[in-house]
Each structure stands twice: as structure tokens, then as C-alpha cells.
């Protein structure tokens, strides 16, 4: 019996996918560690909206770099 798919595609993205994570992962996590304060208190707890947009870019940086280093 044939698929209807080819299955190995589908295997590839999605180990490509959680290996995109985990290193945007790891990567936030060191500019996190490198800030000289904490970042998630600063935006969550104090409500600074300029960091929250400063980080935000920077993590949609940190994305583009993994995505471009995963698709080739």
C-alpha cells in the first residue's frame, strides 16, 4: 500500500521546527543572562513597554538568523 504522502519531508520540518526553538531558545536565554538586569520582571512585573519592544525585535532578529542558518 502507497502513502499519500511522502512522509519524509514531514519528518524533516518538524526536527527542523523543535531544533529552531530550542536554539532561539538558548539564544534568548544568553542575552537574558548578559542584560544586566532581569528582563522577563522588567517587562511583566514593571510594565516597561520600550524594553518589551526593544526585546521583541530582538527576538524577531534572533528568529530571522535561525530560520535562514536552518533553511540554507
Known amino acids: 500500500m502507497e ?7 514531514l519528518l ?3 526536527i527542523y521546527s523543535i531544533l529552531g526553538v530550542v ?3 538558548v539564544s534568548f536565554i544568553i542575552v537574558d543572562k548578559i542584560t544586566p ?8 512585573k514593571e510594565r516597561n513597554l520600550p ?4 526585546v521583541a525585535a530582538m527576538c524577531l532578529g534572533i528568529a530571522i538568523i535561525v530560520a535562514a542558518a536552518i533553511h540554507g
Open 12 to 14: 524533516g520540518s518538524i
Open 37 to 44: 538586569y532581569d528582563l522577563w520582571r522588567e517587562i511583566v
Open 23 to 25: 536554539v532561539f531558545w
Open 51 to 54: 524594553l518589551a519592544i526593544i
Open 3 to 9: 502513502l499519500f504522502f511522502n512522509a519524509r519531508p
